[in-house]
Nanobody, 118 residues
């Protein structure tokens, strides 16, 4: 069974940056898009960003456009989410998932906590 593993979360001050990593198998990266999602306490999970399997198309939630960048390195079987200019409202558990951008995802990682706090 395929699985995804996130890493890179932590505690950061407002205005700071983090880079999240999602490790996946070569099969998954070649077959599926990878999305990043986040869930804040008491809120629904939201899609933050997505990258197609070819890497040629990326999407972002309005709340992170211009601050977050998704990328993938097929040689390392990794997908990254570079998060800059972090805000308090970016706090949450971040998950990566395999599926199809805008359609659905069915393989999820365990999540990594991101806390933005002064």
């Amino acid at each position: 069974q395929e699985h995804l593993v996130e890493s890179g979360g932590g505690l950061v001050q407002p205005g700071g940056f983090l880079r999240l990593s999602c490790a996946a198998s070569r099969f998954v990266l070649a077959s599926y898009a990878i999305g990043w999602f986040r869930q804040a306490p008491g809120k629904e999970r939201e899609e933050v960003s997505c990258i197609t399997r070819s890497g040629t198309t990326t999407t972002y939630a309005d709340s992170v456009k211009g601050r977050f960048t998704i990328s993938k390195d097929d040689t390392k079987s990794m997908v990254y989410l570079q998060m800059n200019s972090l805000k308090l409202e970016d706090t949450g558990v971040y998950f990566c998932a395999a599926g199809f951008c805008g359609l659905g995802f069915d393989t999820w990682g365990q999540g990594t906590q991101v806390t933005v706090s002064a």
